[in-house]
């Protein structure tokens, strides 16, 4: 699949389009996730009928949900029969996947199932390292996204690069030890926060006739990694060291099944259009605004 640069001209025809098809029935798939729970919670707040499918109905995190709004169902990629039940009657699907040792065939799974209830619209959320082409070689993701492509059915998918959120809670280990990475300080790096997937998400189905058939890395915020560093320095209000590591010896102090995303992360890495997004959403969360808000801001242990 050819690789999507430029959304310059998407951009423009969303500015000029204001349809919006709120009242639909949207199924979203492991709603109690984060990236679940950022899409329920965007399209409440569009105005659609949301449907979450999670494997543990009873769980405290579904009840919230439901307490929102959202018709909880049971549940779960691996279980055919559960996904046609959960999909009946609904009119469009958002999902994505962890790191599953049986990531391709739960994703098939779901494919099939929308095709046999005739769901008219699919989003997925994959992931930039996935990029046909591109992203890490074998990525289960990437043959998902094809198989969805060639499925007939109408889709969007959207590659987000590395989540802000994945900074939640290591100040202390970053006061203590800095940032340690393998990657030169002028290589550029790519970030997005979860509730602006959902966001995202949200357009997708609000504008379909724009975004179907449209397969894009997704990112709100974009520098060096010298200005990372830097962006960590000055919200915690003290100096943060950056440790460069050989390539080879950071992979050795990672787990086995992370090294080929770690070696993709510094021989290739994610790429995104960010100025173009930013010009139509310029409210997208940027790297020094997330950890303003999430307890960074001059960090005191």
């Not at 494997?55 to 959202?70: F, T, Y």
Request: proline content about 4%; hydrophobic content about 40%; aromatic content about 8%.
């Amino acid at each position: 699949m050819r690789r999507l640069r430029n959304i310059a001209g998407l951009v423009l025809l969303l500015a000029l389009s204001g349809a919006c098809l709120a009242g639909e029935t949207v199924l979203v798939c492991g709603v109690t996730g984060r990236q679940g729970t950022a899409v329920a919670e965007e399209l409440l707040a569009r105005g659609y009928t949301v449907r979450g499918m999670t494997r543990k109905p009873s769980s405290q995190e579904a009840r919230a949900m439901a307490e929102k709004g959202v018709a909880i169902v049971e549940g779960d990629y691996g279980n055919p029969q559960s996904l046609l039940a959960a999909m009946q009657g609904a009119d469009k699907l958002f999902f994505y996947s962890g790191f599953s040792a049986n990531e391709l065939q739960e994703g098939l799974n779901v494919i099939q199932a929308a095709k046999d209830t005739g769901i008219k619209y699919v989003v997925y959320s994959s992931g930039a390292a996935a990029e046909p082409g591109v992203g890490v070689a074998g990525s289960d993701k990437a043959k998902v996204e094809l198989a969805l492509i060639d499925s007939g059915l109408p889709y969007t998918v959207l590659r987000p690069v590395a989540f802000m959120e994945n900074f939640d809670r290591q100040q202390k280990r970053t006061a203590s030890m800095g940032i340690i990475d393998s990657r030169a300080p002028d290589r550029q790096l790519y970030f997005i926060a979860i509730r602006d997937i959902g966001m995202l998400a949200g357009e997708s189905f609000d504008h379909p006739e724009l975004w179907s058939g449209k397969a894009m890395n997704i990112a709100g915020d974009s520098m060096s990694v010298q200005q990372y560093v830097d962006t960590f320095s000055k919200v915690m209000g003290r100096p943060v060291k950056y440790t460069q590591m050989p390539l080879d010896e950071y992979l050795a102090a990672m787990p086995k099944p992370l090294r080929p995303l770690f070696r993709w992360y510094d021989e290739v890495g994610y790429t995104a259009d960010v100025e173009a997004l930013r010009k139509r959403y310029p409210d997208m969360i940027t790297l020094e605004q997330y950890l303003r808000t999430t307890g960074w801001a001059d960090w005191q242990e």
